[in-house]
């Protein structure tokens, strides 16, 4: 009998969780499940933040696939994938061709410019290990140019981040703590910095509680941090950005967009159908047309039936989202019953910087401060553990509280 070959594109939460639940309900006798992603190590999403303004190191975030995957049991194909042939069953990789009898996309997400002049060829974006990092070197750059130029202009030194949702915001929490850190490093007054938030709502954090926001504001305000709330990017220039309906140019040489996200491009690409930039998927994770496709994580557009919204992109849901694809391509190749997604939500922090994060837990709890930032670093942790077990957590956890 042949065996069913299962193929994951995408090593992100949603791919590496699915791999590991599908290892754990398949012997190897069973399925041939084949893992593909672009760097031979998967990466913490949700830290990238602190690569991006520098307070973690590059190699703390990412982990080695063949650590915490059994590649005696799985086929992991270090590539990219470059289109999806959903009528042949095939994907198409920059260096070979892979074909499926199931397919999971896990291809995680990229900057959603909204149509913005200039966003895409001039904004940074904090989605990728190759990308923080590239903000990190650019922005200690700035500090060293400003240092060395007889009269430099304070755009050097003028970092824009554009949105404050929840990256936007964990983002100038670790610019508020790595900022003065800088300007001790090159001799440079604290004053001589200015970071602005740009916020087309009137608020920080839309969908967040009210007392939580405030405090988050507050302790980004008090280190130095600048909001324009209720304002539209116009415009982003190589030099500028251009905001509000009075056109205001902010001279900058350090634009971040947090602003918003979409499905990596490829599924569009490959003809899948979208709802704002993300694939509709049922509540078995799998678009109308083709039972034998689930997309996951930040590529897929799931609706919550409680709410009447889609679900947000969320490791959190991405990672729960693995354990209701697993156990359905089991179905499928079994019999059964499929389960559909019903997301259980753990709570949600927010880091701000150094010890400073806020949030709630279990249902409704608010948290402010240290013992936030201690359940951060628990969620964090929690997935290590999922993951590799007590080793990994032991290697990259966050177990001190900073
Ligand atoms: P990803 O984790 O992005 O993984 C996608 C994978 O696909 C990557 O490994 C990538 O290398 C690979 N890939 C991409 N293109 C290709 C290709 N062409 N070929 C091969 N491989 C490819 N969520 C929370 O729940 N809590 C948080 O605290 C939180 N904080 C966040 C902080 C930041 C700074 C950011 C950016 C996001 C945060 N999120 C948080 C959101 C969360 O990170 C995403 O929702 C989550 O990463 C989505 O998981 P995913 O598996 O869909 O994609």
Known sequence: ???????????????????????????????????????????????????????????????????VINTRHVNFVHDTVKQINKDDKTVELENGTLSYDFLVIGLGFEKATFGIPGMEEHAFSIQSVDKSRMIRDHIEYQFSRYRNEQDPDPSMLTIVVGGAGFTGIEFLGELAERIPALCKKYDIPRQDVKIIDIEAMSTILPGFDEDLLSYAKESLEARGIEFKLGTMIKEVKEDRVIVGEDREEIKTDTFVWTGGVQANRIVGESGFELTKGKVNVDATLRTPEQDDVFILGDCAWVMNEETGKPYPPTAQIAIQEADVCAHNIRT???????????????????????????????????????????????????????????????????????
Do not use: C
């Not at 709630?360 to 942790?381: H, S, W």
């Open 1 to 67: 009998v042949k065996k069913p070959k299962i193929v994951v594109l995408g090593a992100g939460y949603a791919g590496m969780m699915t791999t590991k639940r599908l290892t754990q309900q398949f012997s190897p006798e069973e399925v041939d499940i084949t893992l593909v992603n672009k760097h031979n190590y998967h990466y913490q999403t949700t830290w990238l933040h602190e690569v991006a303004a520098g307070t973690i190191d590059v190699n703390r975030s990412r982990i080695m696939i063949s650590d």
């Open 332 to 402: 499928l190749i079994y019999g059964g019953t499929l389960r559909t997604f019903h997301f259980d939500n753990k709570g949600t922090v927010a880091s701000l910087g150094g010890s400073d994060a806020m949030g709630t837990v279990f249902e409704g709890n608010k948290l402010y401060g240290m013992q936030a930032k201690v359940m951060k670093n628990v969620i964090d942790d929690r997935y290590l553990f999922m993951l590799g077990g007590p080793k990994l957590v032991l290697r990259k956890g966050k177990f001190r509280p900073f």
